[in-house]
């Protein structure tokens, strides 16, 4: 039987597991390279860089999360209600108070992040803030605080600065084929490097939908209900939680600067809840509808 511990466990090994497919990717993709360009510094270079992006993706993913959705501190004068009841619901879980940051967007939306419960940190939006009462301003932060004790947010945070490099990869791929090849192989091998760089560019435009997929592998719709659940034992108040959504879902808007890396972080999807394709696409957060009959027993 499945329980919060096993659920912990689970999250970090399938980090782990994460970690070591992407290493492997691009430890490939470097010796493809050195073929091609006959250049064996190119897959010391590539390894290098795998091993290094690793390293970034544990320790400082959150860092790289924080910056791409424009969080800066919040703060604790300013937004004092806000820093109290972050401490309040952390000392209620039985956590350190995370840090505590700001987005100037006027969509409601919030996010969690870190790569523990000793380094994370959680995020809103100003539009939360000026959007939200209490009750529900409690219902969000009890979610987030939730993805920390869940240990979600190793997982969630890694795949972050993972994504981000497999796009990098995709766009040089791209740039490559077009420019053609500087330093290929020789004359006798330049109709095979050019079809191995069409098929490099092939996959370099399919990468997009199977990081989405691996994301949506990693990352299960599970735990964003097990998030509220957890939310709602929290604060005792489910109906703070399930409002605070709906409001979200109501709100109809995007936020300002979306990204596709950071999407599945956010309690809410950050391109709107009528965005399509997007939905289907990074279909990391269940139905808003079904959040809340879960919260209210009506499931």
């Given at each position: 039987m499945?329980?919060?511990?096993?659920?912990?466990?689970?999250?970090?090994?399938?980090?782990?597991?994460?970690?070591?497919?992407?290493?492997?990717?691009?430890?490939?993709?470097?010796?493809?390279?050195?073929y091609?360009?006959?250049?064996?510094?190119?897959?010391?270079?590539?390894?290098?860089?795998a091993?290094?992006?690793?390293?970034?993706?544990?320790?400082k993913?959150?860092a790289?999360?924080?910056?791409?959705?424009?969080?800066?501190?919040?703060?604790?004068?300013?937004y004092h209600?806000?820093?109290?009841?972050?401490?309040?619901?952390?000392?209620?879980?039985?956590?350190?108070?995370?840090?505590?940051?700001?987005i100037?967007?006027?969509?409601?939306?919030?996010?969690?992040?870190?790569?523990?419960?000793?380094?994370?940190?959680?995020?809103v939006?100003?539009g939360?803030?000026?959007?939200?009462?209490?009750?529900?301003?409690?219902?969000?932060?009890?979610?987030?605080?939730?993805?920390?004790?869940n240990?979600?947010?190793?997982?969630?945070?890694?795949?972050?600065?993972?994504?981000?490099?497999?796009a990098?990869?995709s766009?040089?791929?791209?740039?490559s084929?077009?420019?053609?090849?500087?330093?290929?192989?020789?004359?006798?091998?330049?109709e095979g490097?050019n079809?191995i760089?069409?098929i490099?560019?092939?996959?370099?435009?399919?990468?997009?939908?199977?990081?989405?997929?691996?994301?949506q592998?990693?990352?299960?719709?599970?735990?964003e209900?097990?998030?509220?659940a957890?939310?709602?034992?929290?604060?005792r108040?489910?109906e703070?939680l399930?409002?605070?959504?709906?409001?979200i879902?109501?709100y109809?808007?995007?936020m300002?600067?979306?990204s596709t890396?950071t999407?599945?972080?956010?309690?809410?999807?950050?391109?709107?809840?009528k965005?399509?394709?997007?939905?289907k696409?990074f279909?990391?957060?269940p139905?808003?509808?079904?959040?809340?009959?879960?919260?209210?027993?009506n499931?």
């Amino acid at each position: 039987m499945a329980t919060l511990y096993t659920l912990q466990e689970s999250n970090v090994r399938k980090t782990w597991f994460l970690m070591t497919v992407f290493f492997g990717l691009l430890v490939a993709i470097g010796a493809l390279f050195s073929y091609v360009y006959n250049d064996a510094s190119i897959l010391i270079i590539l390894t290098i860089i795998a091993i290094v992006m690793n390293i970034v993706a544990y320790w400082k993913s959150d860092a790289i999360a924080l910056a791409s959705a424009r969080a800066v501190p919040a703060d604790p004068v300013e937004y004092h209600e806000l820093h109290q009841v972050v401490e309040n619901l952390a000392i209620t879980a039985g956590l350190p108070k995370p840090r505590v940051f700001i987005i100037n967007d006027p969509a409601p939306n919030a996010f969690a992040t870190g790569r523990d419960k000793d380094h994370a940190a959680i995020a809103v939006t100003t539009g939360l803030l000026a959007m939200m009462s209490r009750s529900e301003l409690e219902g969000v932060i009890a979610h987030e605080l939730s993805h920390i004790g869940n240990r979600d947010i190793l997982l969630s945070t890694v795949v972050v600065v993972l994504v981000g490099l497999i796009a990098l990869a995709s766009n040089f791929f791209l740039r490559s084929m077009m420019w053609g090849g500087m330093g290929r192989r020789g004359s006798n091998d330049r109709e095979g490097g050019n079809i191995i760089f069409i098929i490099l560019g092939i996959i370099g435009i399919i990468l997009a939908p199977i990081v989405a997929t691996m994301i949506q592998l990693a990352i299960s719709r599970k735990r964003e209900f097990l998030a509220d659940a957890s939310g709602a034992l929290l604060t005792r108040y489910p109906e703070g939680l399930a409002s605070a959504l709906q409001k979200i879902e109501n709100y109809n808007k995007p936020m300002l600067h979306p990204s596709t890396a950071t999407a599945h972080l956010f309690i809410a999807n950050p391109f709107g809840p009528k965005s399509e394709f997007m939905s289907k696409l990074f279909a990391t957060h269940p139905p808003t509808e079904e959040r809340i009959k879960a919260l209210m027993g009506n499931s």
